[in-house]
């Protein structure tokens, strides 16, 4: 009980010093800010916010982070995360979220694909073997790929699980595999050699990413900058 006590005694004193600074000034701050991403979503966010930040917070330096589900919720909570960039189904009751975007599915196969054309519909698509992402939080919104994927086709549709998004298109590219993302992801990926975009035909929810931050850190300066330049930069209307 001391030590719970203790905790919580600490806890409120952070709180209290957060409350104490009320100034951050980006043109003079060295502070690393660190966020929490997948690696499509450190390509997405990142050259932008690097490019919108080059002149007006030149000391400011980014580190990113893996997702995980053991450790994300704690980090926020004791500020050694600043943001999470993510779809969540759940988080916990003091993870305060903003919404950035919602985003549709699309599919990637190889150009030269035998029996897929421009077009797919939900006989080929189950017909299909698939590739699939594992991501390191159970309430990721993209968990909902694998499991459509599986109640449609059952499990033997998928022919291939791999560690990261960033794996899964140079194998599409080379292969027969279907592999479903977000409209936004499968633009950028299909730029690679090799690849297309086909509608999706599952009936998947759109997924909405949002920043994620602790609300202990409501009024904490440095983290509103950062959250501030963030949804001037993504939040869509």
Known sequence: RRRRDGRRQVLQLLDQDLGAHTHFDARVSKRVFRLACTEVGAI???PRLLAQVGDSAPG???EILPLSAADSEQQLADGELDLLLAAFTELGPRICSERLYTARHVCLVREQHPR???????RQ???ERHVVATINHPQHAYSQVERAIQQAA???AIGLRVPSLLTAPYIVAESDLVFTVTEMVGAQMAQLPGLRRVNCPLPLAPI???QYWHSRYNADPAVLWLRELIASNFRSP
Do not use: E, T
């Not at 897929?116 to 939900?122: E, S």
């Open 44 to 46: 997405h966010f990142m």
């Open 60 to 62: 400011v330096r980014w």
């Open 116 to 122: 897929i054309g421009a077009q797919m519909d939900l």
């Open 125 to 127: 698509f189950c017909a």
């Open 154 to 156: 059952g499990p033997q």
């Open 208 to 210: 909405a990413v949002h």
